[in-house]
Every structure is written in C-alpha cells, then in structure tokens.
C-alpha cells in the first residue's frame, strides 16, 4: 500500500483519484500516522429480476384509500 503524507496527497489529488480508481489503496498521514485510507469504489451491480415476489405479498383493495379520521389525529398533534 502506497503511503503519502497530506501535502502531497493535497498537491497530487488527481493523481491520487486516478491510481485509486485503477485498484490501487492509498494511505494518508499525517506526521507519518495513519489518517486515512483511499480505496477504489467498487459500484456492485445488482442484478434484479422482475416478480421475485409475486404470490408472497398481497396489497390490500383500500390501500391508497383516505385514513380515518381518529388516526389522522395522531399525526397532527
């Protein structure tokens, strides 16, 4: 692992960024300890399929409907 203090992090950002992106984890010190470390971001792809759940959830026919009065109460006080 790559180590660099903050100045130089500060001055070579960019460069930083870019080897990070390419895989490489970097440490940031300060004073020669460790402050932080700067990894690639890994976006996981989540592959979803359409009616996993059909049949295991049922929606309710007055779902959407107005809620009675008594309980609209609660959320205005």
Known sequence: MKSVNIHDAKTSFSKLVEAA????????AKAGK???????????HVIRHKGLLKGKM?????????LPDELLK????
């Open 34 to 44: 460790p402050q932080a470390i700067l990894v690639p971001f890994n976006k996981k």
């Open 21 to 28: 992106a390419n895989g490489e984890e970097i440490l940031i």
């Open 74 to 77: 609660q959320f205005i006080k």
């Open 58 to 66: 049922k929606i309710a026919e007055n779902f959407d409907s107005p």
